[in-house]
């Protein structure tokens, strides 16, 4: 199967630009990860007064469709859209009543160390060039103890499994920013990177983080006769479409 994209991007940076791109990642993940956050906020949990205010980042903020989502579990908290995408933000505007520019690398983020309580990083990590220098920015901007909860697509998730040994290139995975070769999908979305349930783990705490908990996510684009089985996955996170990791700063 080879789906054509919009246009021909002349970089990375014109890819994500083009607004026919999608920056949603689907209602059940942003509320899963929306409710394992506010968990982590309770105050029996973080040792602050109930009604305690915290400032939450969405880094990559994206549309903002997704923070719109997860703000009704956070009501109390400053919600804080950051993407450097222009266009982005943009629309995002209409959702979060707060959205500025940033980037993970260059100048950084617009905001001193230690400001945040808490970093959303959804469907973000899959799209970097260097996503160490991504975590350590995150890690900087983070107060000690802070929440970092990310979302990827999962290498591993059941079909891809089951794809490989067929010889076909996994779900989520993409040889060209130009078309989809040789798996099945229609939509190019610009990942880089991959991971497993496992390497995910290894790689956010060699950042230094500790792990705190991977759960699963269902994937809104699974054909609808099998969103049951990708429901029932999402006990078993190394198998689940989405990972969800919550960890904290050390």
Same mark, same amino acid.
């Given at each position: 199967?080879?789906?054509?994209?919009?246009?021909?991007?002349?970089?990375?940076?014109?890819?994500?630009?083009?607004?026919? !791109?999608?920056?949603?990642?689907?209602?059940?993940?942003? @509320?899963?990860?929306?409710?394992?956050?506010?968990?982590?906020?309770?105050?029996?949990?973080?040792?602050?007064?109930?009604?305690?205010?915290?400032?939450?980042?969405?880094?990559?903020?994206?549309?903002?469709?997704?923070?719109?989502?997860?703000? /009704?579990?956070?009501?109390?908290?400053?919600?804080?859209? !950051?993407?450097?995408?222009?266009?982005?933000?943009?629309?995002?505007?209409?959702?979060?009543?707060?959205?500025?520019?940033?980037?993970?690398?260059?100048?950084?983020?617009?905001?001193?160390?230690?400001?945040?309580?808490?970093?959303?990083?959804?469907?973000?990590?899959?799209?970097?060039?260097?996503?160490?220098?991504?975590?350590?920015?995150?890690?900087?901007?983070?107060?000690?103890?802070?929440?970092?909860?990310?979302?990827?697509?999962?290498?591993?998730?059941?079909?891809?499994?089951?794809?490989?040994?067929?010889?076909?290139?996994?779900?989520?995975?993409?040889?060209?920013?130009?078309?989809?070769?040789?798996?099945?999908?229609?939509?190019?979305?610009?990942?880089?990177?991959?991971?497993?349930?496992?390497?995910?783990?290894?790689?956010?705490?060699?950042?230094?983080?500790?792990?705190?908990?991977?759960?699963?996510? /269902?994937?809104?684009?699974?054909?609808? /006769?099998?969103?049951?089985?990708?429901?029932?996955?999402?006990?078993?996170?190394? @198998?689940?479409?989405?990972?969800?990791?919550?960890?904290?700063?050390?």
């Amino acid at each position: 199967m080879t789906t054509t994209a919009p246009s021909p991007p002349k970089d990375l940076r014109d890819f994500y630009e083009n607004p026919s !791109v999608p920056v949603a990642s689907g209602t059940p993940r942003s @509320l899963r990860q929306a409710r394992m956050l506010a968990e982590a906020l309770e105050p029996a949990g973080e040792g602050q007064a109930a009604g305690t205010p915290r400032t939450i980042l969405d880094i990559g903020c994206g549309d903002g469709t997704a923070a719109a989502t997860a703000a /009704p579990l956070l009501r109390g908290h400053r919600l804080i859209g !950051v993407d450097w995408s222009q266009d982005a933000l943009k629309r995002a505007r209409a959702h979060v009543p707060h959205a500025v520019r940033g980037e993970l690398t260059g100048g950084g983020l617009p905001f001193r160390a230690g400001s945040a309580d808490a970093v959303l990083f959804s469907e973000v990590v899959e799209h970097l060039v260097d996503p160490d220098s991504a975590l350590d920015e995150i890690r900087r901007v983070l107060r000690p103890g802070g929440h970092l909860m990310l979302s990827t697509p999962n290498l591993a998730a059941w079909y891809n499994r089951a794809l490989l040994l067929a010889g076909v290139q996994p779900v989520f995975s993409e040889v060209s920013l130009r078309a989809i070769h040789g798996r099945p999908g229609t939509e190019v979305v610009g990942h880089l990177r991959l991971y497993t349930a496992r390497a995910l783990r290894e790689f956010v705490t060699a950042s230094g983080f500790d792990v705190v908990r991977v759960a699963g996510a /269902p994937f809104h684009g699974v054909p609808r /006769p099998l969103r049951p089985l990708d429901r029932l996955a999402c006990a078993r996170p190394a @198998l689940a479409s989405i990972l969800l990791l919550h960890a904290r700063k050390t």
